[in-house]
């Protein structure tokens, strides 16, 4: 029996596949996303993997999906984010095809994350998303990028998987401090929340409620968790 065509293609020297032959293509879908992510760090295609980390969460993906795209509950469970990105001052939301980003000034150089000098900060931070299943991130610092992918594992069970890529594997001592930030302290910190949230959804109290959308106010706005949610609707055909 002959093997089935699986169709690859790549965004800025990642590799993506995708299984459904008639899908659109992701240079068609991303739109404007690998010139985001360039713009912030102009040297993007030449970074290398140095570190992946692995979580198993007790949560359905859609409910880790959701918790990414939103920053409302960032000033309860994220200070240490907060200081060292300026995110209600300065923080820009895009859509762009199946893709959606926000681009965020650094915070303080003195904070409770990681430590950055103002001297060597080549790149402020970017969170990203293209539909399904990842998540790029960049946070403030040389240059970096965070590849966060979610992967179903069953109805309430998603493996993270982060894959750190910089311009060497061999590390300075501000990125080995960025990925213990994120591997002991903001994945924590999200997991904890995904999980409380799953068992709110067996609660006989829990009822779907509005979005709080409001692009102007991208502190507390639920637009991107409101399109996200689209998306998945489409997909499944649901009207």
């Known amino acids: 029996m002959d093997l089935k065509p699986v169709r ?8 993506f596949v995708n299984l459904d032959p008639d899908a659109l293509s992701l240079a068609s879908g991303a739109g404007n996303l690998l010139d985001n992510l360039r713009s912030f760090n102009p040297r993007f295609e030449k970074m290398v993997r140095a570190h992946r980390y692995e979580v198993d969460v007790a949560a359905n993906w859609k409910t880790v999906i959701d918790n990414n795209h939103e920053c409302y509950h960032c000033d309860a469970n994220h200070k240490s984010l907060l200081e060292l990105v300026a995110y209600k001052a300065t923080a820009k939301w895009k859509d762009s095809g199946i893709t959606f980003c926000h681009t965020v000034a650094r915070g303080d150089q003195d904070n409770s ?71 002991k302290t ?54």
């Open 8 to 15: 690859l293609e790549t965004l800025g020297g990642l590799i």
């Open 113 to 183: 994350a990681y430590d950055v000098d103002e001297g060597t900060i080549e790149q402020d931070a970017l969170f990203g998303y293209i539909w399904p299943p990842t998540i790029p991130l960049m946070f403030p610092g040389s240059f970096s990028l965070a590849m966060f992918h979610v992967i179903p594992l069953g109805p309430e069970k998603t493996r993270e998987r982060w894959d750190f890529y910089f311009l060497s594997k061999e590390l300075r001592p501000q990125e080995r401090a960025l990925i213990d930030y994120c591997t």
């Open 186 to 239: 903001l994945a924590p910190e999200d997991i904890a929340l995904c999980e409380a949230v799953q068992r709110g959804l067996h609660s006989r109290g829990y009822a779907q409620g509005r979005f709080v959308a409001d692009p102007e106010h991208v502190e507390y706005s639920e637009h991107h968790v409101h399109r996200f949610q689209r998306f998945v609707r489409d997909a499944i055909g649901c009207r």
